[in-house]
């Protein structure tokens, strides 16, 4: 091709870009001096690695290089100035008052013509004044390609003799193409994206910034990222719009890879790029916050310590809290995730802090914060879940309110949580409350079979419970994949190992009930299982209420009779240290041996003890005896042997009523445990005759009520108990009566 003719053709080429916005669907373009891409293109027609109907940019430099010759022009020559410079576009641009447009045009004007000058007056009309050819270059500038062509077309038809400027034509034929690599990108046809650039080289200049963006996008997703580099460096050594170069720096960030990206940051001027450095710093530690064995830069860490200081967002004060709590500095993430909170952080911020305080062992501050955001997320949820549960199982079990235990019960029920359940039921058992405990581990098992703690806790239950055929079957089935398990009837075993798993099985449930736990009952927390509408085979037992009463009315007449003791044999048993209780022969010696060993919580060697007294002492000693090996016995759940030492010796009347009582009460919680409502109501109509009802009674009988469908006498007990206490227990039963009455309504 004729120098000349190539010119006019790249002239005519570049006027589309002022006819369309650089931000819309429809790429700007323009024709600037020839660049590095724009050789890189020509010379990658020859590549070994291009498909046979592609042609690809070559790998440039990875900066900008001083701007090459045009490919089709030789070596020396300069490219021919015509007699006279199209000015129609410079003057419609100038007419339209588009500023922007009028002074591309003018930089266009200056490369291709360095010696000519901008007329003085550019809103004077066009010399032509030709109508109907400003009608063409308006529907240009609207983007109305179709229109425009379609008007050429018709005029040339009248008008045989008329042409279309070459550079309204080439304007044209260039806003197509651009139109069709924008297209092809949207469809993500990347290597269409890569042949559209390499034909219509007059698309990738500054100019046209956004077609730079997509070829270089394109390079990356047919795994060429060395030439998505060369085409950012492009628009880094030659552009000069301070938003396009942040923005070519933005994208780099996000395609390409570190050693890449810093190649891109040695074209920088001044400190334009302090945002992208930024970025670079929050993506290195947050990638560190999720794998460990990667480590970041002090200056990294230091950078985004500042940011976070100065902003008010909480971003990067979640970003570094959870790189702490991955470096296992629990305290200072803590910090940061409640500054993040303090910054309205949201969800994220709440699931930190969650855990950040539960490994700062701040369980119940943890547990309160994550009962918050419940519903903000899966995330969340499973923070809470895990914090509830390790504040279950510690050893001893905290004191913890009765609306906390509801809230973790009814969550682990929604969520059917296995580790939740078994951590219930070392809340239950390290409490002394037995029966709760294997219900949550067997719930627990219900939902995971394998899981091996559930197991455990349930062998350790039903060995406190006396189930001896049930503990030899789960020994049977877990013998080989739990050894703590498969020795549980070990005498050798060692029952340190794994105490922060398990609780101590060698010790009473009075030894463990050692916090008044007749307000917070794990048994209760059932309803909150109930509440979740799990189905009937995986819900808790009914309504379990405190079976702590037995063990205060043991330590309360196990105290009476140490009050009532002679003031010698008191004397005597706390002369000693707490560990010796002496070692008399005699019946009054085994006696005050037998109360010792009782106040020191050691049922069974009281009960040997009160043996001897009762085989070598006066009547009066073997009386006090029978009474103390009743309450030993009733201190180790063994309850026929309590009843057949009451019944085997004469007794007082009035400690007679007592232990009837006591072993009434015994009966009733067996027959409430077991369902038997009518029974155990009778029983406490039985024990009446011996004792008034105290208060947890009075509940246990509601409780009766409500579940054998006796709503009316469940509400005259509950209320009864809520005058005259205000007992927030009688009160939950009122509101279990009123929402199982309102949907049976329904």
Partial sequence: MHVKHFVLAIAASSAAFYAVGRNSQKADLSLGAPSTIQSAMAAGSSTPDAPPATTEIVQAPSTATPVAPLPSAQAGQQPQRPPAVDESALRYFAAQGDTRRLEAELARLRALYPEWKPPADLTSPFPTGDAELERMWKLFSEGKIAEARAAIAQRSTVDTAWRAPDDLVARLDAAEAAQRLVNASNARQWE????????????????????????????????????????????????????????????????????????????????????????????????????????????????????????????????????????????????????????????????????????????????????????????????????????????????????????????????????????????????????????????????????????????????????????????????????????????????????????????APQDLGRQDLGRQDLGRQDRAAEATALPPAHRPADLVPSRTARADTVRQFVQEDVDAAPAQRRRGAQARPSGGCGNGMSGAAALQRGWCLLNLKRPAAAAEAFDAAMRSGSAQVVADAAAGKTYAKLQQGLTAEASAAAAGTNLPPARRGELSALLLSERFFAQYDAKDFTGALVTLSERARHAPETSDLMLMRGWSYFNLGRYDDASKVFTALYRVNASPQALSGLSAIRDITQRNRY
């Fill in 192 to 507: 269409q994206v890569i042949r559209l650039g390499t034909e219509t080289p007059a698309l990738l200049t500054c100019a046209n910034v956004d077609a730079l963006w997509r070829v270089a996008e394109a390079f990356v997703n047919t795994g060429k990222p060395e030439r998505a580099r060369d085409a950012y460096a492009y628009v880094l050594g030659n552009c000069n719009t301070p938003a396009e170069r942040v923005g070519t720096m933005q994208k780099a960030l996000a395609t390409l890879s570190d050693p890449l990206t810093e190649q891109l940051l040695a074209q920088e001027r001044q400190t334009e790029f302090s945002s992208i450095r930024d970025e670079i710093a929050r993506r290195r530690i947050g990638r560190a916050a999720e794998d460990s064995t990667l480590v970041v830069s002090p200056d990294d860490l230091r950078r985004v310590e500042m940011l976070a200081n100065a902003a008010t967002t909480p971003d990067d004060a979640i970003l570094l809290g959870f790189h702490a709590l991955r470096r296992n500095d629990p305290v200072k993430a803590e910090t940061w995730f409640k500054t993040a909170l303090s910054r309205n952080g949201g969800a994220k911020a709440a699931e930190g802090a969650v855990l950040a305080l539960g490994a700062n062992r701040k369980y119940q501050e943890a547990e309160a914060l994550g009962a918050q955001w419940l519903e903000a997320g899966a995330a969340n949820r499973k923070a809470y879940l895990d914090v509830a549960m390790t504040l279950t199982t510690q050893e001893p079990p905290p004191r913890l309110d009765r609306a906390v235990l509801d809230r973790i019960a009814k969550t682990v029920g929604t969520d059917r949580y296995a580790p939740g359940a078994a951590g219930l039921g070392w809340y239950a058992y390290n409490s002394g409350q037995i029966s709760p405990a294997a219900t949550w581990f067997e719930t627990a098992r219900n939902w995971d079979r394998a899981y091996e703690p559930a197991a455990y806790g349930l062998a350790l239950t039903r060995q406190r419970l006396r189930d001896q055929a049930g503990l030899r079957a789960l020994m049977t089935e877990w013998g080989r994949r739990s050894e703590r398990i498969a020795t549980l009837l070990d005498p050798r075993r060692n029952l340190a190992t794994n105490r922060q798993e398990a609780p101590r099985p060698d010790l």
